[in-house]
């Protein structure tokens, strides 16, 4: 028969069954590439294949199993899809060891309340530092004419000239977010927010200071997969989603001055929301 189930051995655990030819054949209800991967998710779960450990390769998987390499090779895609394994070139697979980021998203109304979200976001260094890793940005300025959506969101025509702050945010050399403002180039220009340092009081104060004081926002959540361009800069492996936010940001004169954006790989964070109750 070129196809078996996949099944637990009594004794170790592991499965015995056929050699498989084709991992997407099916005994009952589920393909053998699913048995396999919730075989093996069980064992990271319990600790039998550990954080940090190197995964065993496909030929290993495929020779402890009797399995076919094309059963081993879509189940390991599976835990990739699912984020509990990393690959890393010439390097193998990896069980992942990093816990997801927490991204603080609150909708906040006061601006002590801001500020304090604004403190919480910046656990991200912390969160990466208590890994071990060294937190880092890469952060660029330029001036494009607004695309549909951007001007939609500002409120201005499509065509007109917007500042765009952009961030890749990293821990060591890995990717983990992209961050991308929007603002109209009539409040922003000459401003600290058409440098690419950073800003260290913040862009909603530099905002004030220029006459317009954020005093509500606007969120629109997405998930989604990356185009080309965001699967690049973040290193995404195949079929693993990201989720958008786009927040909006509007003046005490009921003018939209900021559109921030921010792209996260659905295998690393936990979208974190606190809403007052009141």
């Known amino acids: 028969m070129p196809c078996g189930a996949i099944r637990r051995g ?97 909708l906040t109304g006061s601006r002590k309340k801001r500020l304090e979200a604004d403190r919480r976001r910046d656990t991200f260094s912390q969160q990466i530092e208590a890994q071990g890793k060294t937190p880092h940005q890469v952060s660029s300025v330029e001036t494009l004419p607004a695309t549909a959506e951007v001007a939609a969101h500002l409120g201005v025509e499509p065509g007109t000239l917007v500042a765009v702050r952009r961030r890749i945010m990293y821990a060591d050399d890995q990717p983990l977010q992209l961050g991308d403002s ?51 800069k973040l290193h995404l492996g195949p079929a693993t989603p990201v989720g958008r936010l786009l927040r909006t940001s509007i003046d005490q004169h009921d003018r939209p001055i900021e559109l921030y954006q921010v792209i996260l790989p659905g295998d690393r964070h936990v979208l974190l929301y606190e809403v007052d109750a009141q």
């Open 10 to 106: 009594r004794r170790s655990g592991l499965a015995t069954r056929r050699t498989v030819a084709c991992g997407r054949c099916q005994t009952g209800s589920r393909p053998l590439y699913h048995q396999l991967a919730s075989l093996l998710r069980e064992q990271i779960q319990t600790g039998e294949l550990a954080p940090g450990d190197r995964f065993p390769t496909e030929g290993d998987l495929s020779e402890k199993y009797a399995t076919s390499r094309n059963t081993v090779r879509l189940a390991l895609d599976v835990l990739r899809n699912d984020g509990l394994i990393i690959s890393q070139r010439g390097r193998g697979s990896f069980v992942r060891a990093d816990p997801p980021m927490r991204y603080y998203a609150s």
């Open 182 to 232: 929007y603002y109209p180039l009539d409040i922003v220009q000459g401003s600290k927010i058409m440098s690419p340092e950073d800003v260290v009081e913040g862009t909603d104060q530099v905002l004030e200071d220029l006459g317009h004081t954020p005093t509500r926002y606007e969120d629109e959540i997405t998930w989604r997969m990356p185009s080309v361009e965001e699967a690049t």
